[in-house]
């Protein structure tokens, strides 16, 4: 992408910022409100902390607010184990990172897909912040499949996969019979030898 400035020279963007852009793009304020909402109010039910959609992403760099996400979710699941990730407030930068490393392995393991995981620099360096917002939706699809009562879903539902319909079974002259002409086509004696097909040898084209 690029455009003339005011001085007359082209100001080209690379590739890399024009789809970063796009998938910005694709969620407005108030999708990323809710999300913030989602998190805060719904899981963590701290309305006190929750953000706006412009601090969402400052507020999740500690990992310290994701970590508590896992916790909560993995305790839905597990009532007797109300801390699966240790966790702390630090200013330390792998410390942070770290702990958000934890909460990517914890989202990898409840269900959400290699493709919907956003990596610990597209949260932490700003990289990549639709990714970061699209797991955070991913899970929440997840977290409803599993406590539809308890965690209301952001966006759509995980689909349900529908069983495959029964296959019907073969006619009755064809049933026990390992292997049939009339299914496959019949070679009418054709074998290797007479149709002179000799594997491992040259063959003759003289013939």
């Not at 970590?67 to 407030?89: G, M, V």
């Not at 958000?100 to 269900?111: D, M």
């Not at 939706?137 to 308890?150: G, L, V």
Request: charged share 25%; hydrophobic share 35%.
């Amino acid at each position: 992408m690029s455009f003339e400035t005011s001085t007359g020279a082209a100001d080209v963007t690379s590739l890399d910022q024009d789809l970063q852009e796009l998938r910005r793009n694709k969620f407005s304020q108030n999708s990323i409100q809710e999300i913030s909402d989602w998190i805060f109010k719904v899981i963590l039910r701290d309305n006190s902390e929750n953000p706006n959609a412009s601090e969402l992403l400052n507020a999740l760099k500690s990992g310290t607010v994701l970590c508590r996400l896992a916790n909560r979710l993995h305790s839905a699941d597990n009532p007797d184990i109300t801390q699966l990730i240790k966790f702390k407030e630090s200013k330390m930068p792998f410390v942070q990172m770290e702990q958000i490393s934890q909460f990517l392995a914890f989202a990898r393991n409840y269900g959400v897909p290699e493709d919907e995981l956003f990596q610990t620099v597209d949260l932490y360096e700003e990289k990549d912040c639709a990714s970061v917002f699209q797991t955070l939706k991913s899970i929440s699809r997840y977290a409803n499949k599993k406590h539809p009562t308890e965690f209301p879903v952001l966006g759509p539902q995980l689909a349900t996969k529908k069983p495959r319909p029964p296959k019907g079974s073969k006619p009755k002259h064809l049933q026990g019979m390992g292997w049939s002409a009339m299914e496959y086509g019949s070679m009418k004696g054709a074998s290797q030898t007479s149709e002179g097909v000799v594997f491992g040898q040259r063959r003759d084209i003289t013939r």
